[in-house]
């Protein structure tokens, strides 16, 4: 098994799209990263976890999914390196790969030293792009294969049957 923890606010730090918006809503950057890791989850099959640090958002610890990605909000005064080196140590064995995605240069040193396989911001952005064409190309794929319902229904109503079939509510 593979998974992949994230430092998120660095990730948001570094991609040109996250950074813009986390300028206008930091919330909403944190969503639109979420998103984009439940895209890379999904087609990769890796386990995804996102961290951010807690002097972001005050307050205890929390954690949740979110499109099946995990995320965690670190306790007070805990950032996000520290708790994601414990979580390299605890989900680390011979059957599960770690890989960890910031461009901190020093985290990066002391994952790689733990065993867990470094990826920076900009690695994960460009292969990012890649799970996006690929999924755009298998969508392309999937509607050119749409078959040819004897019954005409509506757009609407198509999309809703389509969410029903993929166990979406």
Partial sequence: MDILLVDGYNIIGAWPELRELKARDLAAARDRLIELMAEYQGFSGYRVIVVFDAHYVQGIEKKFKNHKVEVIFTREN??????IEKLAVKLGNRKTQ????????????VIFGQGALR?????????????????EKSVKKIQEKKPVTRVQISEELAEIFEKWRRGEK
């Avoid at 805990?78 to 708790?83: F, I, K, P």
């Avoid at 920076?120 to 999924?135: P, Y």
Wanted: aromatic share 6%.
């Fill in 78 to 83: 805990e950032s996000a390196d520290e708790r």
């Fill in 98 to 109: 770690i890989h960890v995605a910031t461009s901190d240069f020093t985290e990066q040193w």
């Fill in 119 to 135: 990826k920076s911001a900009r690695e994960l952005l460009i292969e990012m792009a890649g799970v996006e064409k690929k999924i």
